[in-house]
């Protein structure tokens, strides 16, 4: 070690002892951070991420290390100084590694000194260091396999310049072979050996954040091999052509190649080994979660996944298909052999192509591939099938991957959450098969179901139900196993444990008006309890044995995770509606892609509220846009609410409107909606509109003249009404925003929390606009910027941060308590009159419930068009995936709603949620400026330092100077 350390002090020295080596670093050190903010435009970006700098640290390396090993043998030949030290008392070994330390030591400082780029993004934003602890572990690992390729290189040729030209040839060559430049030419299989062998390809997975053993392997090989590679063509330079050392020449080119073959047969045998890696991501975001992993464990049947993926397929595909293959795997080992994985190639096995096509409905799909030769069409199959028992479900790569924009023009394919995708995908099928009796079997706490009534005061169209309730729910009980237990109880009975006040005490329910003109009242009530949680089951339409049962099955699904949730969604009916001149003209009361995005995790179905119920079997009930309901509407919400359910209203005032004459976009004050009952609940939606200067910008449409050519253009003009809220609006402790980077409301009204009335209930203030914001109360929504300038509105009033949308949790009070039911029926309208007799059985069969469990959930949103298909359709014209923030937000809240909060916790690990505050292009100027100061100051910093301890250090020797004399001598006397 002695030998080694003299030696790498040498070179260090050497390094500093002339301006070379601070030119070098210098260059590198300016370059990364011209590219980091300049070519990869950092603050355009808005992500608080370092990956734009280790993008270009493969290629800025290979220059870097060429230039600081170039001389290391090279110069020791040109000026004789090599047979100097070869005669030393140092072995080959430990020349070679003693320079290779000196140079990798060099190679770090000028790693270490682009540091102040990493602390500037987090100081902006949200930073995961995991990746960017990988990005500087890879940049390490590359830069040590340059390093020992540029002094093999080195040491096979005295002129430097040929040693940096070679040594950057070799190591770009090294680099290309498994990008996408190469593999895009060659078949699927040979890419992906190219793509093993490429240093470049190896790079990414590090830089990540995600430490595999096979990379690290790899790269440890390739040093290993050039280093060993070295020690030979150094040793070489005293080998005699004589027979005597014939059998030491031999020996150590044998010695090499063995090693060599030793190194490339570990990286084969490794390559097939994809789950011994340690993943640095703040959230784990390339490792199974728990929750994926309790999915797969508490699988009763087979589950089969099976990938199809064409061997020749999309260049820009073909490096995701190994990826997802990995990740396949995984879920194979997790689930303990409940899952079983298949890949196939669908081109190749006509059976299975055939089956694809005629059982699941896949199809090879034409994606358009671009060559040197020219333009082609590629069929290809990139899909994954998840079937389990008699459920099956699809994702075809538009589910599976996302496109970005790059600044070059071109566009980057990457997977978008393939866990998320896949673990939402295997919970649908898995709940869509199972049945009520494996719920039952699964349950942790037995379940009791009670039927409270008086038979006595029954009405006579009710006589039955008893015994249809009992007939249905023994039925289930002795299915069970002792899982589900029945039990009647007459509140009327004098020794029963529970009464009529009980009743109204404990859960809140009062008798029923048996006719509208008697004073006689019943009760007839099915209360469900599943541990320390009861609910109240109301069965839609008539006593029915099928609307007992459905009403009992969905009671169980609810208290159960083990069954696809269902979402009730009400949106306002989409009719045409006459202009002035008697034209129809849309009514802009489209929802189609919110329907879609929930439709990918729960059972969506449109319920019909004018009966003034939702049906038993939804778990959480999405009101979008309410306008023009009626009291029974209203109703349907109220009890739905008091009965413990969760209900999700996106509640402004003001929709979209086309104005009657010009057909242009506006809006109109909502009638007819739940601002008056939710104001009961304590959350007032406030009748007016959020202005804010941080919003999305409104796509116009403009026309150009060039050169007498009109062109038409859509240009992006600042939209007030358009708010945009950022992290620093969010209440970061909900679940429902969890690595949310942004949400976008339009035409959204302040949402006041009334404290007295939700003082004891949980509320959370979801969303809020920026302090710069102001309120209008004007529906004129055109801007006019020659007026107002820029904001193209009036800055009326006080600016300051107004709530957009909130969630409430705890015991609420019904609204129509103490008033009639809407459900009753009327009185005739001559007082006088005969009272009209019943045709029909009443729908009210339980009574008004006026007060709810403290499992009753609430949100209420400022926005009533912020999920009209006509908004998304703005946005996607100025940025094509800005709206999927609302939709994923929309998305989280139902999740929340339903207790869901497994997927949620997956779909936020898979987010790129990591923003940069907002700033002003002065801002920006200004830390960009910084950064190029701090890499001028820590230059200088450097130069002074080692110039410092040249001028105060001793001169060293490599060994003592007796073992050089006698050395010598011995050289002299042979």
Do not use: C
């Not at 190749?348 to 034409?366: C, H, V």
């Not at 008697?582 to 004018?610: A, C, E, N, W």
Request: aromatic share 8%.
């Amino acid at each position: 070690m002695k030998q080694i350390s003299a030696i790498t002090r040498k070179e260090l020295n050497s390094y500093f002892g002339s301006p070379m080596a601070l030119i070098f670093v210098g260059v590198f050190l300016l370059v990364t951070v011209f590219t980091f903010f300049w070519v990869e435009t950092f603050f355009a970006r808005g992500v608080a991420d370092v990956r734009p700098m280790f993008a270009w640290m493969p290629l800025l390396l290979i220059f870097l290390v060429a230039a600081l090993t170039m001389r290391q043998w090279s110069e020791e030949q040109q000026t004789g100084t090599l047979e100097m030290l070869l005669t030393l008392p140092a072995r080959p070994a430990q020349l070679v590694v003693g320079k290779f330390l000196a140079v990798m030591i060099l190679v770090m400082v000028a790693l270490a000194l682009t540091l102040f780029i990493p602390l500037t993004v987090a100081l902006l934003g949200n930073l995961d260091w995991g990746p960017v602890l990988g990005g500087y572990l890879a940049a390490i690992l590359m830069a040590a396999a340059y390093v020992a390729i540029g002094l093999f290189v080195s040491s096979r040729t005295d002129n430097q310049i040929v040693a940096l030209i070679l040594t950057v040839l070799l190591g770009g060559l090294l680099y290309l072979v498994g990008t996408l430049s190469i593999t895009r030419f060659l078949p699927d299989f040979v890419a992906e050996i190219f793509r093993a062998i490429g240093s470049g390809s190896r790079f990414e997975s590090i830089e990540r954040g995600v430490i595999d053993l096979r990379d690290l392997i790899y790269y440890l090989s390739l040093t290993a091999l050039f280093l060993t590679l070295n020690v030979v063509s150094l040793d070489s330079k005293r080998w005699s052509a004589g027979e005597q050392t014939r059998p030491y020449r031999e020996g150590m080119l044998l010695t090499a190649g063995l090693i060599a073959l030793n190194l490339i047969a570990l990286n084969v045998w490794l390559y097939p080994v994809n789950r011994a890696r340690l993943d640095l991501t703040g959230q784990r975001e390339y490792s199974l979660s728990q929750t994926t992993r309790d999915l797969l464990n508490n699988l009763q049947e087979p589950l089969l996944i099976r990938g199809y993926f064409s061997e020749k397929t999309h260049p820009l595909l073909a490096p995701l298909a190994p990826r997802l293959r990995d990740l396949l795997q995984e879920y194979q080992v997790a689930s303990n052999g409940k899952v079983v994985v298949e890949i196939v190639d669908p081109l190749q096995d006509p059976e299975k192509e055939q089956e694809a096509n005629q059982s699941y409905g896949i199809q090879p799909t034409p994606l358009q591939a671009a060559d040197r030769y020219g333009a082609s069409v590629v069929n290809a199959y990139f899909d994954i099938l998840i079937r389990y028992g008699d459920q099956n479900e699809v994702l075809n790569f538009r589910d599976l991957i996302e496109v970005q924009p790059t600044p070059n023009g071109q566009v980057d394919v990457r997977l978008r959450n393939p866990e998320y995708d896949l673990t939402r995908t295997v919970k649908k099928v898995v709940y869509g098969f199972q049945s009520v009796d494996a719920v039952l079997g699964a349950m942790q706490e037995p379940v009791k179901l009670t039927l409270y009534l008086t038979p006595d005061t029954l009405p006579e169209w009710l006589q039955p139900a008893p015994d249809t309730i009992k007939k249905v729910a023994e039925e289930i009980q002795a299915k069970s196993k002792g899982k589900f237990t029945f039990e009647t109880v007459n509140l009327d009975d004098p020794g029963s444990r529970v009464n009529r006040q009980t009743m109204v005490d404990q859960y809140g329910l009062r008798p029923i008006a048996a006719t509208l003109f008697s004073d006689e009242t019943y009760y007839l009530h099915m209360v469900m309890q599943i541990g320390d949680q009861a609910q109240l089951l109301a069965p839609s339409g008539e006593f029915t044995e099928a609307d007992v049962r459905t009403s009992i099955e969905s009671a169980l699904k609810r208290g159960s995770s083990g069954f696809l949730k269902v979402v009730g969604l009400w949106t306002p009916p989409d009719i045409p509606q006459p202009n002035a001149f008697g034209q129809q003209m849309p009514s802009f009361k489209q929802y189609q892609t919110i329907r879609q995005q929930l439709g990918q995790d729960y059972t969506v179905r449109p319920v019909d509220l004018s009966t003034g119920q939702v049906p038993a079997d939804v778990d959480v009930l999405a009101v979008i846009a309410p306008q023009n309901m009626s009291d029974k509407d209203r109703y349907a919400i109220d009890q739905y609410l008091m009965r413990g359910g969760s209900v999700v209203v996106a509640a402004g005032n003001y929709a979209i409107s086309p104005d009657q004459f010009s057909g242009n976009l506006g809006i109109q004050p909502i009638e007819g909606g739940l601002r008056d009952m939710l104001a009961g609940y304590g959350i007032d939606v406030q009748q007016s509109l959020v202005l804010d200067p941080q919003n999305e910008p409104f796509p116009v449409q403009v026309s150009r003249n060039l050169g007498g050519l009109q062109v038409q253009e859509i240009q992006a003009m600042n939209y007030p009404f358009f708010v945009d809220v950022r992290s620093n609006g969010m209440d970061q402790q909900s679940p429902i925003l969890a690595n949310l980077p942004a949400v976008t409301l339009n035409w959204v009204s302040p949402v006041v929390v009334d404290e007295a009335k939700n003082k004891d209930r949980t509320v959370i203030t979801l969303l809020k606009s920026s302090p710069g914001s102001w309120l209008r109360t004007d529906t004129n929504i055109m801007p006019d910027t020659q007026t107002y300038g820029e904001l193209g509105f009036p800055v009326e009033g006080a600016q300051t941060s107004h709530p957009l949308a909130v969630s409430v949790q705890g015991v609420f009070e019904s609204y129509f308590k103490g008033k009639p039911s809407p459900l009753e029926t009327e009185a005739p309208a001559d007082p006088t009159g005969p009272a009209p007799e019943p045709t029909a059985a009443p729908v009210n069969t339980i009574g008004t419930i006026e007060s709810s469990p403290d499992t009753a959930r609430l949100v209420v949103i400022g926005s009533a068009e912020f999920l009209n298909d006509l908004v998304f359709q703005l946005s996607s014209n100025l940025t094509q995936d800005r709206y999927l923030n609302t939709l994923q937000f929309m998305q989280n809240t139902v999740d929340w709603s339903v207790e869901d909060l497994d997927l949620l916790t997956i779909r936020s690990r898979g987010t790129s949620a990591r923003v940069l505050v907002p700033l002003t292009e002065s801002q920006q100027s200004f830390w960009e400026g910084a950064n190029y100061v701090l890499a001028l100051v820590a230059l200088v910093a450097l130069g002074l330092v080692w110039r410092w301890r040249r001028q105060n250090e001793q001169p060293m020797e490599l060994v003592p100077q007796s073992a050089i004399v006698g050395s010598q001598s011995v050289v002299s006397s042979q």
